[in-house]
């Protein structure tokens, strides 16, 4: 890019933190995919804090080579107002920016909870807003009340909203929302999800799971484990290789123990970004048996490794797992799970690395979706 470099403010919904060190990852590589051609920083707030003397502290620092500034403020003593100190203090850290000699060219939220700030402060400045939306809670018919009306104020008023899916769009416009709409998708990092050129010493191929174990389930690991179980009569030249945590971690532990394959799993808990992608490097293919995706970041991580990828159509996997580079099946149906895996076992060899990996650098990779990001932004300007 020879264009004069621009300047971008990211105000994050979500964003990786010390408490929480995967929450919104895929946010953070959209702000890494922008850093290539324009100036950015990152203004995210975490919530609030009640150790805090005044009514707000921010943070501002390095991180990963980007500005980023992290917002906490106290909760009001007088019901109902401590969103008046949010947006209060959003705007006190903006301000903050601008003196310092760092006023953006365009706002770039991410969620639409960033996107009232966002919208706020662009109408105040003068400066165009764009919102990148991720949140599974509009097709699971989580938004509500203000939450809904919240969403509603942010995308009506922003000039353009970049779902990470068709189908997120669908269920958002499925809200009475109406807006400007272009969908944009996730990233991938391919210096780190790459195909490797190391094999697992132990026997049989590995399926590989990646994804929060939480008790509401939408990941489908209930639905996985019955199926593997239902296999382990058939084969037993499988292992499963979970990456990931939640509070429902022991309660699957104990499932698999029940269902007979826990000597066929092993649950690995939260690793770093390099550790999945080894795993994803010595795997054979990686299942994602969820009920809702908006997009599904480890589908593209996966393809990125050279691995093909087992989805269940559930929003987001079916906008770009096609025949070449993996199956899709029927969210929540055991036995269309099961048989897939079967299939997938014997064929999964059939998929080449090289064709995967070049599939994902070209629509996911951070240049790709820097490019995309590039024209939207020329645009609103």
């Known amino acids: ?12 919904g979500w964003y ?27 203004l995210y707030c975490e ?18 080579g980007i500005r980023t500034l992290r917002l906490r403020y106290r909760k009001s003593p007088i019901p109902k107002t401590s969103y008046v100190i949010y947006l209060w203090a959003m705007f006190r850290a903006f301000r903050k920016l601008v003196e310092e ?23 105040r400045y003068g400066l165009p ?64 999800f790459r195909p490797g ?39 037993d030249d499988w292992h499963l290789d979970v990456v990931g945590d939640g509070p429902a971690r022991n309660e699957y532990a104990q499932l698999a123990s029940r269902r007979g394959i826990e000597d066929r799993i092993t649950f690995h808990g939260q690793t770093s ?5 080894l795993l994803m490097q010595q795997g054979s293919f990686v299942v994602i048996p969820s009920l809702f995706e908006t997009f599904s970041v480890v589908a593209i991580e996966a393809l990125a490794s050279g691995l093909p ?32 895996l079967d299939h997938m076992l014997d064929h999964c060899a059939d998929y080449p690395p090289e064709r995967l990996a070049k599939y994902a650098e070209e629509r996911f990779g951070l240049n790709a979706v820097a490019n995309e990001w590039q024209g939207i932004y020329r645009q609103a300007l």
């Open 47 to 64: 919530g609030v804090d009640k150790e805090i003397r005044g009514l707000y502290r921010l943070e501002d620092n390095i991180e990963d």
């Open 16 to 42: 990786p933190s010390q408490r929480n060190p995967v929450a919104g990852v895929f946010v953070r590589e959209h702000v890494k995919a922008t850093a290539l051609y324009n100036d950015v920083a990152v």
């Open 197 to 235: 050129l190391l094999h697992s010493s132990a026997p049989g191929k590995h399926i590989l799971f990646v994804g929060g174990l939480d008790s509401s389930h939408k990941k489908g690991m209930p639905y996985l484990l019955e199926a593997l179980a239902q296999l382990r009569g058939e084969r």
């Open 101 to 123: 000699g760092f006023r953006p060219d365009i706002i770039h939220a991410h969620v639409y909870s960033a996107g009232v700030p966002a919208v706020l402060i662009g109408r």
């Open 309 to 340: 990828v087992l989805a269940t159509r559930c929003g987001g996997p079916e906008g770009f797992i096609t025949d070449d580079v993996g199956m899709l099946i029927p969210r929540g149906d055991v036995g269309a799970l099961t048989n897939a």
């Open 1 to 12: 890019m020879t264009e004069l470099r621009l300047k971008i403010l990211h105000i994050a």
């Open 129 to 192: 807003v764009v919102v990148t939306e991720h949140s599974s809670a509009f097709p699971r018919k989580l938004i509500r009340g203000f939450e809904k009306l919240k969403a509603k104020f942010a995308f009506e008023r922003a000039d353009l909203v970049c779902p990470v899916s068709e189908n997120l769009r669908r269920h958002i416009e499925s809200y009475g929302i109406r807006a400007r709409f272009r969908v944009v998708p996730n990233v991938v990092d391919t210096s780190v």
């Open 273 to 277: 970004k390099a550790q999945v992608a």
